[in-house]
C-alpha cells in the first residue's frame, strides 16, 4: 500500500516560512516523481512543485519561483518543501502527490494546511 504523508503545516506571518515534509512508503522512491500541489478555498487545485527523485530535477509554478525550493532525502523517502517570503495568497491546504516509476499511478497524501496571515 502506498502511502504518502505531509506534515509541517501551520499558522504563519506574512514574510515568514515554513518546510512541508512529505514522507513516502511503498513506492519505488528512487524512481517516482513526487510533487506538491496546493488548494485555497473557493479555488481549484494547482501545481507548486515537483521533483524527479532519480536525478533530482526541480521544477516550480512561477508564483512560488525564488521563494520555495523542493527536495528529497533518499535515506528517509521523504520530499520537503522549504517555503520561504509567504505571503498570504499562498494560504491553502498543501497536497503530496507521488507518480509511479512506470507514470501509469498517481498517489496523494492527505493535506496538510498552511495558512499565512497578513
Do not use: H
Amino acid at each position: 500500500e502506498v502511502r504518502l504523508v505531509e506534515s509541517g503545516g501551520g499558522l504563519v506571518q506574512a514574510g515568514g516560512s515554513l518546510r512541508l515534509s512529505c514522507a513516502a512508503s511503498g513506492l519505488n522512491f528512487d524512481e517516482a516523481t513526487i510533487g506538491w500541489f496546493r488548494q485555497a478555498p473557493g479555488k481549484e487545485r494547482e501545481g507548486v512543485s515537483c521533483i524527479e527523485i532519480r536525478d533530482d530535477s526541480t521544477s516550480y509554478a512561477d508564483s512560488v519561483k525564488g521563494r520555495f525550493t523542493i527536495s528529497s532525502d533518499k535515506s528517509r523517502n521523504t520530499v520537503y518543501l522549504q517555503m520561504n517570503s509567504l505571503k498570504p495568497e499562498d494560504t491553502a491546504v498543501y497536497y503530496c502527490n507521488a507518480v509511479s516509476s512506470d507514470k501509469t499511478k498517481t498517489y496523494w497524501g492527505q493535506g496538510t494546511l498552511v495558512t499565512v496571515s497578513s
